[in-house]
């Protein structure tokens, strides 16, 4: 009986902390990630839901071993307002990409499952409408240009929020 009073009071602190977050309605900007396998350069925007959630929609290009690819993400993201305007995040997400044709060994499509977690500090929470965040984006791909399995990538944002 006692574990479960201490459960119901950490989920309880828990949802206290989550909800104090303050998430924008919009953001858009540029988000640039180095990866074990890609390096991709991604127009990035945000869609608020609650004060707590979020959407992030990001079109990509990426340059792999002579071959061109685009790419479209799609992450859910709870926020967690840590002090201030800075803050943590994280969520599940999917990617999926085409590569151009050019590259006999890296071409059609291809499509990832995982999430991204990071931080980020918000200077509209007192002052300019501008955001900074660092995140790490791993994913494992199931379909695609042969290299299925684990990637990773660490990336940084600038957007302006709206």
């Not at 992450?75 to 999926?96: E, M, Q, S, T």
Request: charge should be negative; include cysteine; glycine fraction near 14%.
């Amino acid at each position: 009986m006692t574990t479960l009073k201490l459960i119901a009071c950490l989920v309880s602190f828990s949802l206290c902390v989550w909800t104090s977050a303050q998430v924008n309605d919009h953001a858009l900007g540029l988000r640039g990630e180095l990866g074990d396998h890609e390096n991709r350069g991604e127009i990035s925007y945000q869609l608020g839901f609650s004060d707590i959630t979020r959407l992030e929609l990001d079109l990509g290009y990426t340059r792999q071993n002579a071959a061109d690819q685009i790419t479209t993400a799609g992450i859910y993201h709870w926020v967690l307002n840590l002090f201030g305007g800075f803050n943590a995040f994280i969520g599940p997400g999917a990617r999926l990409g085409y590569y151009l044709p050019g590259n006999p060994e890296l071409e059609g499509f291809t499509a990832d499952a995982g999430g991204q977690l990071g931080v980020e500090y918000d200077f509209s929470y007192n002052g300019p409408p501008l955001m900074l965040s660092f995140d790490a984006r791993p994913m494992f791909r199931f379909i695609g240009d042969g290299k299925r399995g684990f990637t990773y990538g660490g990336a940084f944002a600038i957007r302006i929020t709206f």
